[in-house]
C-alpha cells in the first residue's frame, strides 16, 4: 500500500514538473509571438500607409510578385540564422522560423489595411492578395528581426557570424528594406529626371562615403573595427565598395519588380537606381551597426 501511495506521489510530482516546464515554453514562445507582431507592424506601418503600395498590390504582374515572395522565403531563412526567433542549428528550423514570419507578416498586414479601410468584402479576389502580398515582404522582415531589436537584455541580442558573406547578406537585407520603401513613390523617379550627371556622380560618392563613415568613422553603437594589419583601401574596397555594388543591384531589382524599367531608357534606369542606391545604402550600414 505505502509502495503504492508513494508511486503515485511520485507520479503527481513529475506531472507537477512537466507543467512548470511547459509554462515557462508556453510563455517565452506567446512572447516572442508578440514581439513578431509588433516588429512586422513597426517595420512595415509606414508603407502599409503609403498609396502607391495599395496601388502596386493591384497593378503589379502575378508573375513579378510570385518572383519576389519567392526571394523573400530564402532571405528569411538565411536571416533566421542571424536574427531569428530563437537559436537555431539546423536548416528545418530556419525554415519553420521563416514561414512563422511570413504568417505573422501576413496577418498583420491583412489586419492593418483592413482597419484602414483599404480590404472590403467587394474587391476582387486578385487585388485582395495583391495589396497583402506586396507588403508581406517588409513585415515579414520586421517580424523576423524583432528579437533582436525588441527582445529584452543583451542575452536576447544575437550576433552575426563574423563572416565576410555574412556582412554582405546582412547589408543586402538593409538595402532590401529600406529601398522598398521608397521605390513605389514617384518622387524617385522625379528626383532622378531632375539630376545632372555630375550631380549623379556626386549622389554615389556621398552614398559610399556615408556608407563607410556609418560602419567605421562615426563610432555609432556597433561601430567595426578593421582587423589587425587590414589597411584603409582594404576595408574600403571589400566593404564599403562591394557593399555599394550590392545596394545598386538591389536597386535595380526592386525596380524591375515593380515595374519602373518598363519602356524606360537604359540612361533613365541607371540615373533611378542611383538615387534609390542612397537610402539602399544607409539601410545597408544601419544593418551592419544593428544586426
Known amino acids: 500500500m505505502k509502495a503504492v501511495m508513494r508511486a503515485s506521489a511520485m507520479d503527481a510530482a513529475n506531472r507537477v514538473g512537466e507543467l512548470t516546464v511547459q509554462q515557462p515554453k508556453t510563455r517565452t514562445f506567446l512572447v516572442g509571438l508578440g514581439r513578431a507582431f509588433g516588429g512586422a507592424l513597426i517595420f512595415a506601418l509606414p508603407i502599409l500607409m503609403t498609396m502607391e503600395m495599395w496601388q502596386f498590390g493591384f497593378v503589379m504582374e502575378p508573375l513579378r510578385m510570385a518572383l519576389l515572395l519567392a526571394v523573400t522565403v530564402p532571405l528569411l531563412v538565411r536571416l533566421s540564422r542571424f536574427e531569428g526567433f530563437r537559436k537555431t542549428a539546423a536548416l528545418s528550423d530556419d525554415i519553420a522560423d521563416a514561414l512563422v514570419a511570413i504568417a505573422v507578416a501576413a496577418v498583420t498586414v491583412v489586419a492593418v489595411l483592413g482597419f484602414l479601410g483599404e480590404l472590403e468584402p467587394g474587391m476582387g479576389l486578385r487585388e ?31 550576433q552575426p557570424e563574423p563572416t565576410y558573406g555574412g556582412e554582405l547578406f546582412l ?19 522625379l528626383i532622378a529626371y531632375r539630376l545632372s550627371a555630375t550631380q549623379e556622380l556626386m549622389l554615389a560618392g556621398f552614398s559610399i562615403a556615408l556608407m563607410h563613415g556609418f560602419v567605421y568613422g562615426f563610432e555609432f553603437g556597433g561601430t567595426e573595427r578593421p582587423a589587425p594589419g587590414e589597411g584603409f583601401l582594404s576595408v574600403f574596397a571589400r566593404y564599403t565598395v562591394a557593399g555599394y555594388a550590392l545596394v545598386f543591384l538591389v536597386s535595380l531589382a526592386i525596380l524591375w519588380t515593380f515595374g519602373r524599367t518598363d519602356g524606360v531608357s537604359l540612361e533613365e534606369i541607371l540615373s533611378t537606381a542611383l538615387v534609390l542606391s542612397f537610402p539602399g545604402a544607409i539601410g545597408a550600414a544601419a544593418a551592419r551597426l544593428i544586426l
Open 171 to 189: 547589408m543586402v537585407v538593409g538595402a532590401l528594406f529600406l529601398s522598398f520603401s521608397v521605390a513605389p513613390t514617384e518622387e524617385v523617379v
Open 128 to 158: 485582395l492578395i495583391g495589396k497583402v502580398a506586396v507588403q508581406i515582404v517588409p513585415a515579414s522582415i520586421g517580424a523576423m528581426l524583432a528579437q533582436n531589436q525588441l527582445g529584452g537584455g543583451k542575452d536576447a541580442r544575437r
